[in-house]
């Protein structure tokens, strides 16, 4: 099991910053790749970053050149800086973690921390 717990959500002006951290505890040894993830009302939730284990990152292309994922492994955390804010980056923000392997494969949520982008 992994527990995850985020923080860091607000309300920020167009063109301005957040920064997103997420906790883990629990199973950490088991996590292959830790996310952030994005849903509006009525809408499908949208991969925005990913951090693999081994540091690879990638994003989701609205974001890229704004936002970068990044982990400290020593504190167990993984930060979503976004900068550059838009108005249609509103969005409640999860973290995710994807752990173990085959039949034991999890996902693992956060809770969700509020981000509002004001024009």
């Known amino acids: 099991q992994v527990q995850l717990v985020e923080s860091g959500g607000g309300l920020v002006q167009a063109g301005g910053s957040l920064r997103l951290s997420c906790g883990a505890s629990g199973s950490i040894s088991s996590i292959n790749a830790m996310g952030w993830y994005r849903q509006a009302p009525g809408k499908q939730r949208e991969l925005v970053a990913v951090?693999?284990?081994?540091?690879?990152?990638d994003y989701v292309e609205s974001v890229k050149g704004r936002f970068t994922i990044s982990r400290d492994n020593a504190k167990n955390t993984v930060f979503l800086q976004m900068n550059s804010l838009k108005p249609e980056d509103t969005n409640v923000y999860y973290c995710?973690?994807?752990?173990?392997?085959?039949?034991?494969?999890?996902?693992?949520w956060g809770q969700g921390t509020q981000v509002t982008v004001s024009s």
């Open positions: 951090i693999t284990s081994g540091g690879i990152t």
């Open positions: 995710n973690a994807d752990a173990g392997y085959g039949p034991q494969r999890s996902s693992y």
